[in-house]
């Protein structure tokens, strides 16, 4: 774990996030840490010490959204920012998030430990509500950043308690100044666990992403006619739940033979009545589908909208939401490549199915993601888990690419 005369400590990196974990632990020990919660401001509280505690800037603008800075020896110049974010979502686990933020503490602690001199500033950020399990939708400080969610309507947006967003961030002492937002760097990196079984499986060290895949939402609604179930012979009746299984399995069918590494859900399903002695006369079900080629996720919606007119009842597919591939920038890529070539992990070029901050901030300032392997695949679950020694990896590879990136850009 070197980069020069450079070396993660992963006995420090590995208590930083143990004590993280502690704030918010559940009986299980996972963590659930919702934004802006009593548990979400203690730890933004922990990070800001931290940072202070090693002479760095720190600042939170209009949303929350926190900034660590180290002055290089040129702080004119754009900095390179690290990080993720502190929150989680209820039950979650111990390194979704937390772990691009303590590792871009170690990074710069191994900075400071050997008086390295930097080209330019170097920072870390820990962006506001990035799962969105409070507060509707995910990623939210950062598309609004980027320009992808008006910042009046989010401000709005309420918890299960009736509590609003623009309260919250009020409340929690961490709303400053709009000057403060993310508006110029060279590069932002964002180490992350994987929260999927591909590197684990395939006994890699680290993934190096070279995007997040595009993906498609829609509603498939199916109108029967409601009857009663005892008295109404098959052939007679108009059962919406019926012909929703009919559907489903031409849509599963299809899906199946448009390319190995397409994924979709079935995630969400309603029956109406929902009574046992009546006939179903509606249903409703959600189905996403997720590729990086873009080409690929229109076969999928011409599928969807096809189903409509192949259906045994009435229906209509609506297309609730969508994104395209936001492709990472290659140099910053190519870095990452060559930073875990040198250490000699092992790796390999890979795609995000999750969604996360760097997606939106790639689309203002050059970004990169770097993946560890996540035990079993899980994710957002207490028995999440990312070994010790595959944490420091990672911030080794992200302390070797930051080192590298102030002497090129």
């Given at each position: 774990?070197?980069t020069g005369n450079l070396r993660i400590n992963r006995d420090r990196l590995m208590n930083t996030l143990r004590d993280f974990a502690k704030i918010g632990e559940t009986k299980n020990?996972?963590?659930?840490?919702?934004?802006?919660?009593?548990?979400?401001?203690?730890?933004?509280?922990?990070?800001?010490?931290?940072?202070?505690?090693?002479?760095?800037?720190?600042?939170?603008?209009?949303?929350?959204?926190?900034?660590?800075?180290?002055?290089?020896?040129?702080?004119?110049?754009?900095?390179?920012?690290?990080?993720?974010?502190?929150?989680?979502?209820?039950?979650?686990?111990?390194?979704?998030?937390?772990?691009?933020?303590?590792?871009?503490?170690?990074?710069?602690?191994?900075?400071?430990?050997?008086?390295?001199?930097?080209?330019?500033?170097?920072?870390?950020?820990?962006?506001?509500?990035?799962?969105?399990?409070?507060?509707?939708?995910?990623?939210?400080?950062?598309?609004?950043?980027?320009?992808?969610?008006?910042?009046?309507?989010?401000?709005?947006?309420?918890?299960?308690?009736?509590?609003?967003?623009?309260?919250?961030?009020?409340?929690?002492?961490?709303?400053?100044?709009?000057?403060?937002?993310?508006?110029?760097?060279?590069?932002?990196?964002?180490?992350?666990?994987?929260?999927?079984?591909?590197?684990?499986?395939?006994?890699?060290?680290?993934?190096?992403?070279?995007?997040?895949?595009?993906?498609?939402?829609?509603?498939?609604?199916?109108?029967?006619?409601?009857?009663?179930?005892?008295?109404?012979?098959?052939?007679?009746?108009?059962?919406?739940?019926?012909?929703?299984?009919?559907?489903?399995?031409?849509?599963?069918?299809?899906?199946?033979?448009?390319?190995?590494?397409?994924?979709?859900?079935?995630?969400?399903?309603?029956?109406?009545?929902?009574?046992?002695?009546?006939?179903?006369?509606?249903?409703?079900?959600?189905?996403?589908?997720?590729?990086?080629?873009?080409?690929?996720?229109?076969?999928?919606?011409?599928?969807?909208?096809?189903?409509?007119?192949?259906?045994?009842?009435?229906?209509?597919?609506?297309?609730?939401?969508?994104?395209?591939?936001?492709?990472?920038?290659?140099?910053?890529?190519?870095?990452?490549?060559?930073?875990?070539?040198?250490?000699?992990?092992?790796?390999?070029?890979?795609?995000?199915?999750?969604?996360?901050?760097?997606?939106?901030?790639?689309?203002?300032?050059?970004?990169?993601?770097?993946?560890?392997?996540?035990?079993?695949?899980?994710?957002?679950?207490?028995?999440?888990?990312?070994?010790?020694?595959?944490?420091?990896?990672?911030?080794?590879?992200?302390?070797?690419?930051?080192?590298?990136?102030?002497?090129?850009?």
């Amino acid at each position: 774990m070197k980069t020069g005369n450079l070396r993660i400590n992963r006995d420090r990196l590995m208590n930083t996030l143990r004590d993280f974990a502690k704030i918010g632990e559940t009986k299980n020990k996972g963590v659930t840490r919702l934004a802006l919660s009593k548990e979400d401001i203690q730890a933004r509280t922990y990070f800001k010490d931290q940072c202070e505690a090693l002479g760095l800037t720190v600042q939170w603008d209009d949303l929350g959204n926190m900034y660590a800075l180290l002055s290089g020896k040129n702080p004119d110049q754009p900095p390179i920012y690290m990080g993720s974010h502190l929150d989680t979502v209820k039950k979650g686990g111990r390194f979704d998030g937390v772990l691009g933020v303590a590792a871009g503490l170690e990074v710069i602690r191994v900075i400071l430990d050997q008086g390295v001199e930097l080209n330019r500033p170097v920072g870390i950020i820990n962006f506001t509500n990035e799962e969105g399990a409070r507060f509707e939708p995910s990623m939210m400080a950062s598309g609004i950043v980027a320009g992808k969610f008006d910042v009046s309507t989010m401000t709005k947006k309420i918890d299960q308690s009736g509590v609003t967003f623009g309260d919250a961030l009020e409340l929690s002492g961490f709303k400053g100044s709009r000057a403060h937002r993310l508006n110029q760097a060279a590069a932002f990196l964002e180490l992350h666990i994987e929260q999927g079984p591909i590197l684990e499986q395939l006994q890699l060290d680290i993934g190096v992403v070279e995007c997040v895949v595009g993906m498609c939402c829609y509603e498939i609604e199916i109108t029967g006619q409601s009857n009663h179930a005892g008295t109404t012979p098959q052939s007679l009746r108009k059962d919406a739940l019926t012909a929703a299984n009919y559907c489903m399995n031409i849509l599963h069918d299809r899906l199946a033979q448009l390319d190995s590494d397409l994924v979709y859900t079935i995630g969400r399903f309603s029956v109406s009545p929902n009574i046992h002695t009546v006939i179903p006369n509606k249903v409703v079900f959600s189905i996403e589908a997720r590729h990086k080629d873009e080409a690929v996720v229109k076969q999928v919606e011409t599928i969807l909208t096809d189903i409509t007119n192949e259906s045994p009842l009435p229906s209509k597919a609506t297309k609730l939401w969508g994104r395209h591939t936001v492709w990472f920038d290659e140099e910053i890529v190519e870095q990452v490549e060559e930073s875990t070539k040198a250490l000699h992990y092992s790796y390999k070029r890979m795609v995000s199915g999750a969604g996360h901050d760097a997606q939106f901030i790639a689309g203002i300032i050059p970004t990169a993601m770097i993946f560890v392997p996540s035990a079993d695949g899980i994710s957002h679950a207490e028995n999440e888990y990312t070994s010790w020694e595959a944490c420091a990896n990672g911030a080794s590879v992200l302390l070797e690419t930051i080192y590298k990136l102030t002497n090129k850009l």
